[in-house]
């Protein structure tokens, strides 16, 4: 199979019942911008700590579930689909990191170590991918677990910044105002 079939030139590109649709609509732009946030969570691992790192290969494959839902809009009963037990696995690692840290008691400055920065990045395109979800959900009908999950990731995300921060020695920020 060639990696390349030209079928994208005119500015279109297959949905999963393949549908065609303009590369611009809200459900391309909703789950290109989740394969963004899993291309920097690959850029992350490893983290040089096992626990997270397998957290973070279990989410990639979770993101996956989640651009195939998004690209599917009518999915039917064997086809991929965001369920909560993903989102409750998410939570699970939250909990587990939240057990190892100091309360947050301010906001923080993103940053610190590399792999606590890089995790910093995700969740910021996380929060992004969550945005563009909810617009297509105000156009199109989808599963809204997607966006319960991509919330719940980017806390995650988050959580694991401060986590690999706080391992590596490195003291959280705090803006000024």
């Known amino acids: 199979m060639k990696i390349y079939t ?3 030139d005119e500015g279109k590109t297959d949905l999963r019942d393949m549908s065609r649709v303009s590369k611009t609509s809200h459900r391309i732009e909703a789950y290109g911008t989740v394969d963004e946030v ?7 691992r490893p983290t040089g ?3 997270v ?3 973070l290969e ?10 195939a839902d998004l690209a599917n809009p009518e999915p039917e009963e064997d086809d991929p689909v ?3 037990d993903h989102t409750a696995q998410v939570e699970a690692f939250i909990d587990t990191a939240e057990e190892e840290l100091e309360p947050l008691q301010r906001f923080i400055l993103p940053g610190g170590s590399e792999p606590g920065a890089k995790l910093h990045h995700a969740r ?3 929060r992004r991918a969550e945005r563009r979800v909810v617009a297509l959900a105000g156009e199109e009908e989808i599963n809204e677990e997607a966006v319960a999950y991509l919330n719940r990731l980017s806390d995650a995300l988050f959580e694991f910044a401060r986590l690999v921060n706080a391992r590596e020695g490195v003291p959280e920020e705090s803006p000024t105002y």
Do not use: A, F, M, P
Request: net charge negative; proline share 0%; aromatic share 6%.
């Open 58 to 67: 279990t989410i990639q494959n979770h993101l996956h579930v989640v651009q």
């Open 82 to 84: 965001v369920e909560d």
């Open 6 to 8: 030209k079928r994208g």
């Open 49 to 51: 700590y096992e626990d």
């Open 124 to 126: 910021s395109v996380c």
């Open 38 to 44: 899993n291309s920097l969570v690959g850029t992350v």
């Open 53 to 55: 790192d397998d957290w």
